[in-house]
């Protein structure tokens, strides 16, 4: 526990808007973990898989109505309307704090209150800040428990310090009407309601570690993104690292954790997970850019990982994880989701809890943003660097988004500021992640659209200061499409481990070792510098991938002009004069 008197007045202040029966501290411990797991297995919240074959791992069903994030009920709360800008929701601080009282009122009645002490980055990184989650869900403890650094050495490292982020979390009735996930950037205070799914309650992810983070990271001079962080070993044994934002389920966990082609791993190439979801970027004392994973495990999604696909991620999930809304096999306690393999249960539960035969049914057997939270040390690849206070050096940082046309399989951008451009006009089809409709192409700057916690105005500036600041050291920007599509709708690029072929590329590139073609948009490969080696594509194929339409892209510039309009006078003018730049070239 804590003497911390700003932990204790809020904890005391928030005890008495909820009213819970008891109180307990989370202290990180495994005995303690593994009672609540226990409790959690008692009243039906946790299914206690085959512990021969998944020892530790355990199943939760969340309500059908509360299985992805919530962006149209996610509302950042900055006294200025104009600061949360046009990309956010904004509720006035005051009248936000009032409804969400008014609805967390009493609501801890007849339930505990589990007090959580986390540390996002390793505990005592320069890079590390600490929160506090109140939550009235077990599945939150053991969640965050696995995502995060929790126990006692967290209130060691904040002592009587005032910088933390407070989390209040409700689960209230789960009432989709009632449910809102606010962020009060200035107060630094998070409070989620009536949900108890994922992004919406595990604070310390989404709404702390982007959310509010990205806002300190304005102020304070540093950056959070929501990207993946990779070591890439070539035969000699050096590493390079790059930072790669994509949105949600578009493919961060499984470039994450890639395995090399056949080739290269005859080489000697290797792979090393950093992180798979989010980056904390500062500049070191050496003038480069420094990232750390403020997480301490992997959420991962669980559809299509599989053997081929991401044997790492299946690996990671085998021990000590918790699986959310995937499919249960009653035979064997096992756990099944699509696209794991071709044997699905006969004698199965489907997520929503209703017997499920996945050998005749034609509906889903897990829902198709099922999860698996899955602790980081599992991962046969994670990095040494890992755990490591001042992160890893990044030589490259990738956008990319899942596009059928239009954008090619890679290019380079034309300087850290043309590749600032690159980022803000990153286009992707929406995805299960989000509730609403999937498969809408929407414009999704740097993969921050649901997750940046100011005017994205704002938001862009701050990266074209950050470049300033870097200089010549500054990474090289680049953006990927693996999702390019044929006319029977296939993806024409394998993608996954043979996704390292473009690595390899971009990483040549930062070392002014490969050659490029200039488009319009930016440097392309010359097709030849890809290397097909043991793979089935033409380098016909690759050039249709490779290839950059003026026609595509001159309606491109339009609708970027269009989607620019958004920002008003809060666009930076080094943003408008790339613009002009691209619609120059084009003509
Ligand atoms: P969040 O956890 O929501 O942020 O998602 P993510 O970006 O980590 O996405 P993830 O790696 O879990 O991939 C999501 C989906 O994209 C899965 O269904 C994958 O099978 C698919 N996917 C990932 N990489 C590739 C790829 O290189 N090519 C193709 N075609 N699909 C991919
Ligand atoms: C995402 O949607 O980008 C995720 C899952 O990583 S969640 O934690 O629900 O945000
Ligand atoms: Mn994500």
Redesign the pocket.
Known sequence: MTQNKSVLEWIGKMKELVCPDNVVWIDGSESQLESLREEACKTGEFIKLNQEKLPNCYLHRTAVNDVARVEGRTFICSRKEEDAGPTNHWMEPQQAYKMLYDIARGSYKGRTMYVIPYSMGPIGSPFAKIGVELTDSIYVVLNMSIMTRVGEKVWDVLGDSNDWVRGLHCKCDVDPEKRYICHFPEDNTIISVNSAYGGNVLLGKKCFALRIASYLGKNEGWMAE?M?ILGIENPKGEVKYVAAA???????????MLIPPEVYRKKGYKVWTVG??IAWMRIGPDGRLWAINPENGF???A???NEK??PNALRTTQSGTIFTNVAYNKDDGTVWWE?LDHNPPKNGIDWTGKPWDGTTSTEKGAHPNS?FTAPAKNCPCISPEFDSPNGVPISAIIFGGRRAHTTPLVYQSRSWNNGVFVGSIMASET?A?ATGAVGVLRRDPMAMLPFCGYNMGDYFAHWIEMGEKLGDKAPKIFNVN??RVDENGK?I????GD?LRVLEWILNRCEGKADAVETPIGYVPKAEDINLEGLDLTLDTLKSILYVDKDEWTKEAADIEEFYKKFGDKLPKELRAELEGLKARLK
């Open positions: 929501h993946l994509f949105p949600s389920a578009c493919g961060k966990t499984n470039l994450a798979d979801d959420f991962g999604v559809p299509g990982t696909s991401n696209g999860r995805t992640a693996w999702f993806f690029w394998p993608g996954f996704n």
